[in-house]
């Protein structure tokens, strides 16, 4: 048994949530390079996109959850979506990125939907935080929309960030 088939797939009405695979680094890669990574901390050099695509599958192998590649029912990889919990953090966190020319479309409160509620119903209802950028109005509004409340606003090296709460772990009507 490899750590694939214990990562649960996913099909929502239009997208597929699955367990990321090696040929998911290109567009990570080209994701990394775009100006839509300014609120991930930027570009950053090929080995840790590389590091960071091997570290969402053993956050897999460890906590049971982590990112899944989401793909559209046409098989297009468009971003990933999911549930991580990095050492020191505050919480477990609900979080999301879609590729360039896939936001707007509503794939991400899908997704994200599909995997608050699997993380609700197999690991912890536990309410979820989403640590968002204080300068990403669009990752607010998404958070908004799926139903989260700001609770405050914290500050790293990387600069501010807003921690929203879900209080709803299912899906939302």
Excluded: C
Aim: glycine fraction near 10%; proline fraction near 5%.
């Amino acid at each position: 048994m490899t750590y694939l088939s214990t990562i649960p797939v996913i099909e929502t009405e239009r997208l597929t949530l699955r367990a990321p695979r090696e040929a998911d680094f290109p567009a990570l890669l080209a994701f990394s390079e775009s100006p839509r990574a300014a609120f991930l901390g930027g570009s950053l050099p090929r080995q840790h996109i590389w590091r960071g695509l091997l570290a969402n599958i053993g956050h897999w192998a460890l906590r049971d959850y982590g990112f899944w590649s989401v793909d559209t029912k046409a098989g297009d990889f468009i971003g990933r979506v999911g549930v991580i919990y990095h050492d020191g953090w505050p919480e477990p966190e609900l979080a999301w990125h879609l590729f360039d020319g896939f936001e707007g479309h509503g794939y991400a409160f899908e997704a994200a939907l599909a995997a608050r509620a699997n993380h609700a119903n197999r690991i912890s209802a536990q309410p979820l935080i989403s640590m968002i950028d204080a300068g990403n109005a669009r990752s607010e509004a998404l958070a908004l929309r799926l139903g989260a409340v700001r609770e405050r606003t914290e500050t790293d090296d990387r600069g501010a960030y807003h921690i929203y709460r879900h209080l709803a772990a299912g899906s939302l009507q």
